[in-house]
């Protein structure tokens, strides 16, 4: 239980399905804030609060426990290790796969406890054969199977959704206020937990550095400087200081980042266009294709609230690893290492791939 | 009911307690007023007084009433460290920074030093601990012994709230009054366990200025309401106040006193006195069934602190791979309210500073549950949790600690 809202919620709804609930807020830092700020949704000793009312108006225990050490080692190293080598992490999906549904659920387990129960907007549905699949939620505005496509089947075994199967967010916050939680109206969160003040770009500046580099196109021509190639986001426009234009006269973008040279590279905007991503890290959620090795089409999708689009999948056995390679239908843009694909079969997820290479569209002229 | 067994936290008010400050809270009257009402209430008060002050061997004059042991250890830390450091035609530049004090000391004193030293030039030295968390007497001789005159003060606890292991008061009491250094001695975990007499031991350690000159103590240890405690000062110590107003009591701390709460107070601190050389034999025995118990049921878990010399109704273990953290909540569920320490800010648990300060590994720490028994303990109460105890410690090893590496599949 975070302290928000959807938390609360169903945890009422688990209750009144019958299960013996316990309410558990994780304690993420040593260091927790006062009081909340802005939209950071979590982790401050008022959220704590927050779900503690909540647990105790449900009437069900409530207690803190403290995955700090483990939220330190898998969640914050592994996002600034991942952007010192040039890729975009999701901190959220990632502790989702190792805190949540790995070290909460494994602690459960072992104290005595069946399952997790989350307020994530997500559904599991059982098939014939009985096996637990993980799927969108119906309110697909709010849908969040996207972060939740890290878990694996025995993970999906021992979670639970009560908020999966609701139209809409309007109607938990109805739900909550009619339940008299007090965070009926509380804000919904949306920055990074352990950036208290949602600058991503000074946070990471502080913990990974920054030092002056070239911006190059394409072909390698220095074309500029920059301050700190971590200020950059692919498919930036803003902030590029190289005052030569263009050959064509058009606005360049931020193609790649590099981080063993500290190098930018930009470009035009349809170089932005991928054609193909790739990746040896992948899972699958529930039962895996018959034979991943021979092309299988799905919908992939690249951020929390990207459209999902048609595309081919394949594993392709590699010297070292095997890796899953997607080829949509269409080019999709703002893709950047170190992002997670998740797949699709119609509203199932089928897995995800945290994605390592990428192939434009536009080949360098 | 649940068990309960935390009685170090706060124990359940006495019902004499609870009627008498119904009784009281009813009575109209501020006791500073002049009138009737206000008379009335000053008879009420002053009465609470006296029965408070003859529990603790000390003159009504000197107890002074805080909001509750907190506000006791802050006013007699703060208020002797300024009062030992006057300021000088409005400069501070305190001639004697010093502070002493033991390694494994409440939060209300290792923060309130803190403060002085992070915004008044206080200068903290740390007593060290034995293994057993006694203070090492030769150690604050020596301490004692260097410049004296630099010294502000000395405070400590009289048992440890966490551990329960009780301090030699009067031989630490004897040292400072020969050093001239004042004393105060926390004693919020010991009233109502052991006997205190303030007054007894300034005369048998030659408390003048110096020596023992303040004691602290709460009135929800006890049976008493929460929100009341009393600083007892000697009367022949000043402190500067913490709290600035209308003069009250001694002019030590302003605002209007709470009657009602003085006189619940009153009514608890006299049934513990009355009872107390009873009740410890009592509690011992119950302790004692709790601690060979838990030694019998958990191979490899240790007892914390000496087994005699302890508090009576404290029992404190380290538990060999799990989680302290794990075991409270197993046994919360199975219906036994334990502690894996103090109280902390929204429920998170810090592996305990104390049993740090005794040199124990941050692993034994983890792994610490303190069973604290009180006046409404029972052999039934103690044999539930014995009970309970080997099963939550099966589970509690399984989920081992918080930060090992997920096996998941």
Known sequence: ?365 | MPVYLDHAATTPMLPAAIAAYAAAAAAVGNPSSIHGYGQNAKRMLEEAREQIAETLGCDPIEIVFTSGGTEAVNSAIKGLYWARNPSVSGAFAPARPRILIPGGEHHATIDAAQWLQQYQGAQITWLPLDRQGRVRLEAVATELDTDPESIALISMLWANNEVGTIQPVEEIAALAASCGVPLHVDAVATYGQLPIDFGQIRLDTGGGAAGLVAISVSAHKIGGPVGIGALVLSRRTAIAPLIHGGGQQRQVRSGTQDVAAAVSFAVAASAAAARLSDEAIRLRGLRDRVIDGVLKAVPGATLNGVRDGRLPGNAHFSFPGCEGDSLLFLLDVAGVAVSTGSACQAGIPEPSHVLHAMGRTDLQARGALRITLGHTSTPADVDAFLAALPEAFVRASRAGFADRVVTLP
């Open chain 1, 1 to 365: 239980m975070s302290g928000g809202v959807d938390s609360a919620v169903a945890a009422a709804r688990a209750v009144d399905a019958g299960h013996e609930v316990v309410g558990v807020h994780l304690a993420l830092s040593r260091m927790p804030g006062t009081v909340r700020t802005g939209s950071r949704g979590c982790c401050t000793i008022e959220d704590s609060m927050d779900a503690q009312r909540a647990a105790n108006l449900i009437g069900i225990p409530y207690y803190v426990w403290d995955f700090s050490e483990r939220f330190k080692l898998d969640v914050i190293d592994d996002f600034i290790s991942e952007y010192a080598a040039g890729r975009t992490p999701n901190p959220c999906m990632r502790c989702n796969e190792k805190i949540k549904f790995a070290a909460l659920l494994e602690k459960a387990l072992d104290l005595g406890f069946d399952a997790v129960c989350t307020g994530h907007y997500a559904s599991i549905v059982t098939d014939a054969a009985g096996n637990r699949e993980l799927h969108r939620a119906s309110a697909w505005a709010k849908d969040q199977s996207y972060v939740l496509g890290v878990l694996t089947t025995e993970q999906i075994a021992h979670a639970m959704f009560p908020l999966g199967t609701t139209p809409s967010k309007a109607l938990v916050r109805a739900e909550a206020a009619q339940r008299g939680f007090t965070v009926a109206t509380k804000p919904d969160s949306h920055d990074i937990c352990f950036i208290p003040d949602g600058d991503t770009r000074g946070w990471l500046a502080e913990h990974v550095g920054a030092a002056a580099g070239d911006i190059v196109d394409r072909s390698g021509h220095k074309l500029g400087e920059h301050d700190g190639a971590l200020a950059f986001t692919v498919g930036q426009r803003r902030g590029l200081k190289v005052g030569t234009p263009a050959d064509d006269g058009k606005r360049r973008f931020v193609l790649e980042i590099q981080p063993k040279t500290n190098t930018v590279v930009v470009g035009p905007k349809e170089a932005l266009a991928i054609a193909e991503i790739a990746g040896s890290r992948f899972s699958w959620t529930g039962l895996p294709p018959e034979d991943p090795a021979v092309p299988f089409t799905c919908d992939v999708q690249i951020r929390a609230h990207a459209d999902p689009v048609p595309a081919i999948a394949q594993v392709v056995a590699g010297a070292e690893a095997s890796e899953l390679t997607i080829t949509p239908d269409r080019p999709l843009t703002g893709v950047s290492p170190g992002q997670t694909a998740v797949v699709y079969l119609g509203t199932r997820v089928l897995g995800q791939m945290t994605i390592d290479r990428t192939r434009s569209a536009v080949p360098v002229a």
